[in-house]
């Protein structure tokens, strides 16, 4: 009987933790007369989701829920409602994810949003860098979140780095930190992509 209750207990707890998991957060956006409703999607992974507000002081079109599709790195308008005048509205919505997605799930127009890659990026701007404006390019039309340095600012920053690279100097290519590991041979944007995807 104990071990029965152990196992329902850990279920309950990985069950907890996997929904805890879902990368989607529900945004409004207030227009006039109406409130939007969008879901981000900050994760590389696509979902199909479904949205059901209820609440008073508002109206909303009574058809029934539809699947909606949510492109990973992606922020999709989901639903609105229409505001009664001089009233404030009392809410609430029940989202809905699948993971497993659906021929029939709506695909609407969606706008890019940036993420958090699985390890860090760090970009340290050499004085005498060859490649760097094409890597800093890359990362602005890509959907990963970075942070870029330009070391003749940062003289504390390039003093620390010194200490694993004492020839900082002559080093003619970005400065890459990739979850806490320093690179100074990705001189192109898909290199960097290729060891920010290796385990």
């Known amino acids: 009987m104990l071990k029965f209750q152990t196992l329902i207990t850990l279920l309950c707890i990985a069950f907890q933790i996997n929904a805890q998991e879902t990368p989607l957060r529900v945004v409004t956006k207030d227009i006039p007369n109406r409130l939007a409703f969008y879901v981000i999607n900050e994760n590389k992974q696509d979902f199909d989701v479904q949205i059901t507000i209820s609440g008073t002081n508002f109206r909303q079109s009574q058809s029934r829920p539809r699947w909606v599709r949510i492109p990973g790195a992606s922020k999709v308008h989901l639903k609105s409602i229409f505001l009664i005048r001089g009233k404030k509205p009392n ?13 029939r799930a709506l695909k609407k127009a969606f706008e890019r949003v940036k993420i958090k890659p699985e390890k860090s990026i760090t970009v340290y701007i050499t004085e005498k860098c060859i490649n760097c404006d094409s890597i800093i390019q890359a990362l602005e039309h890509s959907n990963y979140k970075y942070i870029a340095y330009i070391l003749s600012e940062k003289s504390e920053i390039k003093n620390q780095l010194k200490n694993y690279l004492p020839e900082i100097d002559t080093i003619k290519t970005p400065i890459i930190n990739l979850g806490g590991k320093l690179f100074t041979n990705l001189i192109a944007y898909d290199k960097l992509l290729e060891e920010l995807n290796k385990e």
């Open 91 to 103: 809410y609430t919505y029940d989202l809905k994810v699948n993971d497993s997605l659906s021929k």
